[in-house]
């Protein structure tokens, strides 16, 4: 029932004064645009592509190497007998490792880690554009109902301006009363005047944002279907698929996969070596030699200074930094979904009574009106009830939106605001 009747609210507001809009731009749109042309996110997607290549560098130590060296020079001999001779020398190197201590695989494991990190990262970076986007969208929405609510309430100060003058010069009304009408003519003037600056500003906003200026904004619709029931629906959502805490998880990975790297140096590297040569005149044997090495060779260091010891101690450290970060992103997750949810109930309360507040002041500036014209309201009632109405149609303009922009922080805490925006292939 919360749901159908904010729906109800919100299309109040939004039509109001919607035929001074045109079809346009929609807010999906605006978001496309951003999520393909910001910088940011251009340069966070190249970071990732370049860790998926790390991870092919990692997995090159599943495969052998191979190398050829090749030499040539001269060899003078005077003794015994005088004789100088060129050298050649050729030969074809395989390298296999067969165990690092589970260097290679932990390190594979390191690096894919690492890309899931920045994909979620990626992605987590989205949400928040997006919700920039949404923000200065629904901004110059807002102003431009403003300035257009300010532009009425000046044009009623006008008629009842002309009103009173007319009543002055007939000697039905005296100077101090228009006098005082002038001063609030000149006070929707002002108004009015600031609502347009609002306008500009939160166009040129928008520019700065979204990369271009702002032309026939649709107004966007709430996302009741994508919307929890609950806040601990919200939450546990949030939990479950916000992607910087994703990030945060695999950089943990990462780490402790790093910490299994730090311990190989701790075990012996065994690796199959095989040498080809074909060597010419080469240590005093004349004609061409060729022969064929096969060799399965230990290496195990046993003392590098505390090298590794110190290595393993940092990794460890590490690891310790990134469970804070993720305890940290958790908290700040479940901080700002619960900020959202809230905003967004006090916003869907709010503007039930705000509509009722409106059409009651509606119907007695109205009234007055009428009484007025028969002598039995002053001019200032009247003045006072349209102040009312425009005050009240302001506050429910300024809660339609923020319920908006609320929802949309709801959706964004949620890791799910380009979802509802149906740009998720983006």
């Known amino acids: 029932m919360r749901l159908k009747k904010y729906s109800v609210f919100i299309a109040a507001g939004m039509l109001m004064l919607g035929s001074s809009f045109v079809q346009g731009e929609t807010l999906p749109q605006a978001v496309k645009y951003l999520l393909q042309s910001n910088p940011d996110i251009r340069a966070i997607d190249f970071n990732r592509k370049a860790r998926e290549k790390e991870v092919l560098q990692a997995r090159a130590g599943y495969y052998p190497t191979l190398d050829y060296i090749g030499a040539i020079g001269i060899n003078d001999t005077y003794e015994p007998q005088d004789y100088t001779s060129t050298p050649k020398e050729h030969t074809l190197s395989l390298r296999q490792n067969i165990f690092r201590g589970f260097s290679t695989v932990n390190e594979v494991k390191r690096q894919e880690a690492r890309v899931e990190s920045a994909s979620y990262r990626l992605q987590g970076v989205k949400e928040y554009t997006a919700l920039d986007a949404a923000d200065v969208y629904l901004n110059v929405l807002r102003h431009l109902e403003l300035n257009e609510l300010a532009r009425e309430n000046l044009l009623i100060h006008e008629r009842i301006f002309d009103q009173m003058k007319l009543r002055t010069e007939s ?6 009363n228009l006098d005082q009408v002038t001063g ?18 939160a166009k040129t906003a928008y520019q700065a944002v979204i990369g271009h200026y702002p032309e026939d904004l649709v107004k966007p619709q709430p996302f009741e279907s994508h ?7 919200a ?16 950089d943990l990975e990462a780490r402790k996969a790093q910490d299994l790297v730090a311990e190989s140096p701790f075990y012996p590297v065994v690796d199959l070596e095989i040498d080809r040569n074909w060597k010419d005149e080469v240590d005093d044997f004349y004609g061409w030699e060729e022969d064929l090495t096969a060799m399965i060779r230990l290496r195990f260091n046993l003392f590098a200074g505390g090298k590794d010891k110190a290595r393993k101690e940092e990794t460890g450290e590490l690891i310790r930094e990134a469970m804070e970060i993720k305890k940290q992103t958790h908290r700040q997750v479940v901080e700002s979904i619960r900020l959202s949810w809230m905003a967004n109930k006090a916003a869907m309360d709010k503007m039930g009574h705000l509509e009722k507040y409106v059409q009651s002041t509606s119907s007695t500036a109205e009234a007055f009106s009428k009484q007025w014209r028969i002598g039995k309201r002053t001019m200032f009632d009247v003045l006072d009830t349209e102040a009312e109405v425009i005050n009240a149609r302001k506050d429910l303009i300024n809660t339609v939106y923020d319920g908006l922009y609320a929802q949309y922080r709801t959706l964004s805490g949620m890791g799910n605001l380009i979802q509802a925006l149906g740009l998720e292939k983006l």
């Open 171 to 176: 000697g039905v009304d005296d100077k101090a």
């Open 184 to 201: 609030r003519l000149a006070l929707a003037r002002s108004n009015a005047v600031v609502t347009s600056i609002n306008v500009d500003d």
């Open 227 to 233: 919307m929890p029931k609950s806040l601990e629906e």
């Open 235 to 250: 939450q546990q959502i949030a939990v479950d698929n916000h992607p910087i805490l994703k990030s945060a998880q695999a």
